[in-house]
């Protein structure tokens, strides 16, 4: 295993509600990166981070936020939960050398009521 | 068009039989290439990256054609374990993943 941990592992909350997923690394990688999977979409980007204190928006950042003020953990907030976030939202890490693959973590399964 | 196309199946295979998911990319500039497995409510795990010159790893052999731009996974003796989504990945340098939906496999005893 990668050394990924991800939490809460599921989360059920109310529209219009914060909520922040920790992603957790053991690996001393310094790219992290969030992910949501949906039926019919594959996976796609929210935001990624190439080092503490940076960060970037990915292909699906609106209504989400990020930070990473330590080099293992990475936080994904929605700052106000709408039910189209309704997903399951994965972390991953890269080691940043040409041709390294992504490892993720085991995954938040988040409904918005 | 989307950047990575996957033939999402499902392919229902008797145990002990080859098969053959393909994927193609849109963009000619993509550098590095990846099939994952990911079983039902789990997260994807690397099977295997893939190779110009095409890699295999026991039963499985990936293959990479840059001219037509599509890379194969190749199973052969299947396994009822081989059950799962397969997911094609492109990286075209960076940070720049790009995922297709899966191909789903069952392997039918």
């Known amino acids: 295993d990668a050394g990924i941990t991800q939490s809460p592992r599921h989360k059920v909350t109310e529209t219009g509600t914060p909520v922040t997923l920790r992603c957790h690394q053991t690996?001393?990688?310094?790219?992290m990166y969030w992910y949501r999977q949906d039926p019919g979409h594959g996976l796609r980007l929210i935001h990624y981070s190439y080092g503490v204190k940076d960060t970037d928006k990915g292909e699906v950042s609106d209504g989400y936020s990020v930070s990473r003020s330590k080099t293992e953990d990475f936080l994904l907030t929605l700052e106000s939960a709408t039910s189209s976030q309704t997903s399951v939202y994965f972390c991953a890490i890269n080691r940043g050398l040409n041709n390294s693959p992504l490892h993720f973590g085991n995954g938040t399964r988040l409904t918005v009521t | 068009r989307k950047e990575v196309e996957q033939d999402p199946g499902p392919f229902n295979v008797p145990e002990g039989a080859t098969v053959a998911f393909n994927c193609t990319y849109s963009?000619?500039?993509?550098?590095?290439f990846f099939w994952y497995r990911q079983d039902c409510r789990k997260e994807p795990k690397l099977l295997m990256s893939?190779?110009?010159s095409g890699n295999e790893d026991g039963r499985f052999t990936a293959q990479l054609n840059r001219a037509s731009q599509y890379i194969s996974l190749l199973i052969r003796d299947s396994k009822l374990s081989d059950s799962a989504t397969y997911l094609c990945?492109?990286?075209?340098?960076?940070?720049?993943?790009?995922f297709g939906t899966g191909t789903s496999l069952t392997v039918i005893p």
């Open positions: 990945v492109v990286n075209r340098g960076g940070n720049q993943f790009y």
């Open positions: 963009n000619s500039a993509s550098q590095s």
């Open positions: 893939v190779y110009s």
């Open positions: 690996e001393n990688h310094r790219y």
